[in-house]
């Protein structure tokens, strides 16, 4: 694939992401947290780019182009980024912390993001849809012992990768129609307060992200 250009320009590095989904916003998070220039092309996922085609031939979002190097997939993206952008660095340094973050992605992405794919998704049964919210809720709430006022982000208190798949999820609860318990989980409203405040995450929402939230 040639590489893009912006008026003319030679552009290295190129973002085709979707406005809604939760996958495209944790690329669009790593991205504003290490300041990375980028061209970030919307789209529609009925009508396909031809372009992102070319980048990823299932047509599936994100997929990030940089010069000749096609990738997709969130979590290959985000380490991609943090491997080529070292600073600020969103993984642990040192190979027990490095795993224990890897597989803590691994049960985000089994136990939240699927689940949230399902309460989303369309042409799926109501009754399939309020099963998967119910155990997205439930599995939130047992999590929640995850969040300590001990520590300002997940891990410990640098923001991490982990936050960066973590976030997107917590951020779309009130377009799922899942309501938290407050007693349970206010060590998990802190931490949101603290990622939802900072200027990456801002900037990191689309125009359809900002009115998922009502505060």
């Not at 396909?48 to 993206?77: F, K, W």
């Not at 989980?185 to 801002?202: A, C, G, H, P």
Request: charged share 25%; hydrophobic share 40%; glycine share 2%.
């Amino acid at each position: 694939m040639p590489s893009m250009s912006i008026s003319g320009r030679r552009t290295p590095m190129v973002l085709f992401s979707n406005s809604s989904d939760q996958y495209s916003h944790r690329v669009r998070l790593v991205l504003r947290e290490k300041r990375i220039a980028v061209k970030e092309i919307a789209v529609d996922l009925v009508n396909l780019d031809e372009d992102l085609i070319v980048a990823n031939p299932t047509g599936e979002v994100p997929a990030l182009v940089d010069r000749d190097l096609q990738l997709y997939h969130s979590i290959v993206i985000m380490e991609y980024l943090d491997e080529r952008y070292p600073h600020p660095p969103l993984l642990p340094i040192y190979p027990v912390a490095r795993a224990e973050a890897r597989l803590m992605i691994h049960r985000i992405e089994q136990e939240w993001a699927l689940r949230v794919d399902v309460i989303a998704g369309k042409g799926i049964r109501s009754g399939k849809r309020e099963q998967a919210r119910n155990e997205l809720r439930e599995s939130i709430i047992a999590f929640a012992h995850h969040f300590s006022d001990q520590r300002k982000f997940f891990l410990n208190n640098e923001f991490t990768i982990v936050d960066c798949c973590v976030a997107p999820v917590l951020w779309r609860l009130d377009s799922l129609d899942i309501t938290l318990p407050p007693q349970q989980t206010k060590n998990l409203r802190r931490y949101m307060n603290n990622v939802f405040s900072r200027e990456s995450f801002r900037t990191s929402l689309s125009e359809v992200e900002e009115e998922m939230r009502s505060v």
